[in-house]
């Protein structure tokens, strides 16, 4: 499975990421070892669905990211 989550970060700002083990990339987040997020620390897990590919799970990632996904996203899922 491939996972698409969002986070809330600290400092109100969000990140959204792809990754297959979702526990695993949380910690990673939380213990600052990520560039993006560790000035932002803590995080908060807001939203994550699952893929069964990682090609859907990269595409959904994307369009989160872009102007409709970001407006998709404050809309329904914080």
Do not use: W
Not at 25 to 43: A, I, S
Request: charge should be positive.
């Amino acid at each position: 499975m491939q996972f698409v989550y969002i986070l809330r970060c600290a400092d109100e700002t969000f990140y959204t990421g792809c990754t297959n083990d979702l526990h695993k990339r949380l910690e990673r987040h939380n213990h600052g070892h990520v560039e993006y997020t560790k000035t932002g620390l803590p995080v908060e897990l807001v939203f994550y669905c699952a893929f069964t590919t990682k090609e859907h799970a990269f595409a959904f990632e994307k369009y989160l990211k872009s102007g409709s996904g970001i407006a998709f996203r404050n809309k329904h899922f914080l």
